[in-house]
């Protein structure tokens, strides 16, 4: 089943705003990871917090983690016509070899 | 250098065919994955596997079949093809130990499957 829901499943923002993305799972996680993907891309890794963190930056990007909610929200600041991709948290599945369960995502637009 | 690479990046055929996609990485990972997005760009493991597991998802229908030549490669047959096949299937990879990697896997460039 699927673990992460994210929210909303669309954003459109103007550049230099700021975006905000949310994601539930349901089940206890080691750590949750942000994904991105471009357009007709491929998934790339932005920001890991593990279990025991409630914070975490990177740049413009700010993950916060709420264990108790079971839920994680990703922030990019100052948006830019670059950032515009469809964004993923991901747990690790138990018993799985490690495999990632995915959220639906939630695409993001930033106009110009 | 790419670190995952798959071949094709399309791949247009008619039902019922059998067909390949192969995926590389160069990153020294000893756990490969394929994973199947649809068209609403939901994301499903297919398959995890290292040089001494195969883990299946029990949805993935047996005409999936990983093929392991070397670490290095975890190619996907697909026999049989149906229409809802039609997908983009990735390839990613990582290291073995969670402690190691807490996770975190390098994604290839997908492979948009159309089938007729």
């Known amino acids: 089943s699927q673990q992460g829901e994210e929210d909303p499943q669309a954003l459109s923002i103007q550049e230099g705003e700021n975006a905000t993305m949310n994601c539930s799972y349901k089940?206890?996680?080691?750590?949750l990871q942000w994904y991105r993907q471009n357009s007709g891309r491929g998934l790339v890794h932005l920001i890991l917090?593990?279990?025991?963190?409630r914070e975490k930056h990177s740049g413009r990007l700010r993950v916060t983690l709420d264990t108790s909610k079971k839920s994680s929200s990703l922030l990019i600041t100052a948006s830019r016509a670059a950032d515009t991709a469809s964004y993923f948290c991901?747990?690790?599945?138990?018993?799985?070899?490690?495999?990632?369960?995915f959220g639906k995502g939630t695409s993001l637009l930033v106009t110009p | 250098d790419t670190a995952v690479s798959q071949t094709p990046k399309y791949l247009v055929t008619q039902m019922g065919n059998d067909k390949s996609i192969k995926c590389e990485q160069n990153?020294?990972?000893?756990?490969m994955y394929w994973y199947k997005q649809d068209s609403k760009k939901f994301l499903k493991i297919m398959f995890s596997?290292?040089?001494?597991?195969?883990?299946i998802n029990e949805t993935v229908p047996n005409r999936f079949s990983p093929k392991s030549p070397d670490k290095a490669h975890l190619n996907l047959h697909i026999n049989s093809l149906e229409l809802g096949d039609s997908a983009v299937y990735f390839c990613?990879?990582?290291?073995?130990?969670?402690?190691?990697?807490?996770?975190?896997?390098?994604f290839g460039p997908g492979t948009r499957l159309t089938v007729l």
């Open positions: 596997y290292n040089n001494k597991e195969l883990i």
């Open positions: 990153l020294g990972h000893d756990t």
């Open positions: 991901a747990t690790v599945l138990s018993n799985s070899g490690y495999a990632l369960n």
């Open positions: 917090i593990r279990s025991n963190e």
């Open positions: 089940t206890s996680i080691n750590n």
């Open positions: 990613a990879s990582s290291r073995s130990s969670l402690a190691a990697s807490l996770g975190t896997q390098y």
